[in-house]
């Protein structure tokens, strides 16, 4: 399980890191950030199918949605200067929390 799981955060990092390169891509015209955005998405779905052999599906696609959400508005608030309302940072807290409750109380086989 542990193992699972930790595919599971790498496979979001990937995919994390792949959307936060969308924008150096510029409409996927620049070659380097489009072949790294590229490996990364790829990576992160590699990476899935081995989460999905322990952990039920709903659980890893509500974990990999919630946690990146999560993680590409707090990057995007550092990286990009993007603005959280106080709405939306009481929102990204739910999903959080969402996300916890999800895993912590869900049935592993």
Known sequence: MLLAYSCLFVAIMLEVTGTMLLPASQNFSRLVPTIVLVLCYAGAFYLLTFAIQSIPLAIV???????????IAVLGYFLFSHS???????????????V??????????
């Not at 696609?61 to 993680?71: D, M, N």
């Not at 709405?87 to 999903?95: D, S, T």
């Not at 916890?100 to 086989?109: D, E, F």
């Open 61 to 71: 696609y509500a974990t990999w949605s919630g946690l990146g959400v999560f993680t």
């Open 84 to 98: 959280l309302s106080w709405q939306a940072v009481a929102g990204l807290c739910l999903i959080v929390a969402g």
């Open 100 to 109: 916890m409750l999800v895993n912590i109380y869900s049935p592993h086989r």
